[in-house]
């Protein structure tokens, strides 16, 4: 039995008439919610799951970078670590990753800011991740669909900053008191309800809402392909757009990762 109380049960209730078979898991440790959900996958098990892990040990980001979590007080965990596993068939997959940050930032708080393409900031510092891989299966007629898990990693106190270039934060500074459970009930119904959304609209009509907390907009960036510029927000399909000396540039997440020349506010460093 886990010490922390989630709210399974409520979750459940909340997501599965829209998503029939849907469940909710907690273990207590794994290596990754992220990696078991795509071993599950690939031995054909495609039922609709939220997988909640309390401690991962080999926690994973964008670009193979590590996710690290720590323990806030014996029994009660430092992180909300789980990964959706679930069936969609959007017309276009552009931008899925920001919708997915997009949702957690505007369930958590008005003033979570995004970094593109799917970090959430708190105060110029990554305060949340996501990671979104798919795998094709032949049990659905349309060809678009994929059995989609989308990780999330939401620091619930600031992990240390050891080996880090930016000190992380916690969403303890962003509504004290609150738990990784508090958390996961605020944002698991939302989450799919986007994920519907997405699939029925794509990203087009979340762009506005994305920009107006884009972290990075007029911000000078370098890519990690070398290129240099300002960005200017995302266009429809959720490209990152680059002013560069040789005009605006659209950047797509699979190409590049970006990070700002200078912090974007005096007191970080």
Do not use: Y
């Not at 922390?4 to 979750?11: D, F, G, K, L, Q």
């Not at 495609?46 to 997988?51: S, T």
């Not at 193979?64 to 679930?86: E, I, N």
């Not at 005009?247 to 912090?263: M, W």
């Amino acid at each position: 039995m886990t010490a922390t109380r989630w709210p399974c049960e409520s979750i459940r209730q909340a997501i599965e008439p829209g998503l029939p078979g849907f469940e909710v898991e907690v273990v207590p440790e794994i290596d990754s919610t992220n990696a078991e959900l795509m071993r599950r996958a690939r031995a054909g098990r495609f039922d609709p799951v939220l997988l909640v892990a309390e401690h991962q040990l080999s926690g994973r980001g964008r670009m193979g970078r590590q996710w690290v979590d720590c323990p806030d007080a014996p029994g009660k965990p430092g992180s909300l670590m789980f990964s959706l596993g679930v069936t969609l068939s959007p017309q276009d997959w552009s931008g899925l990753s920001l919708a997915v940050g997009l949702s957690l930032a505007e369930s958590l708080h008005p003033d979570i800011a995004l970094k593109w393409p799917n970090d959430l900031w708190w105060h110029d510092r990554k305060l949340a991740g996501v990671l979104v891989e798919t795998v094709n299966w032949g049990g659905d007629a349309a060809r678009n669909s994929r059995f989609t898990v989308i990780g999330v990693g939401i620091n619930i106190v600031a992990p240390s900053t050891n080996g880090l270039s930016t000190a992380p934060a916690g969403l303890a500074e962003v509504s004290s008191g609150t738990s990784a459970a508090q958390a996961l009930a605020c944002v698991a119904a939302p989450l799919v309800q986007t994920l519907r959304r997405f699939e029925q609209h794509g990203f087009a009509p979340l762009r506005a809402a994305f920009n107006a907390r884009d972290a990075l907009a007029e911000v000078a960036v370098t890519l990690s392909d070398d290129r240099h510029g300002t960005a200017q927000g995302v266009d429809a399909t959720g490209a990152l757009l680059v002013l560069t000396a040789q005009g605006v540039q659209r950047v797509t997440s699979a190409e590049v990762s970006v990070r700002p020349l200078v912090a974007p506010s005096a007191h970080l460093v």
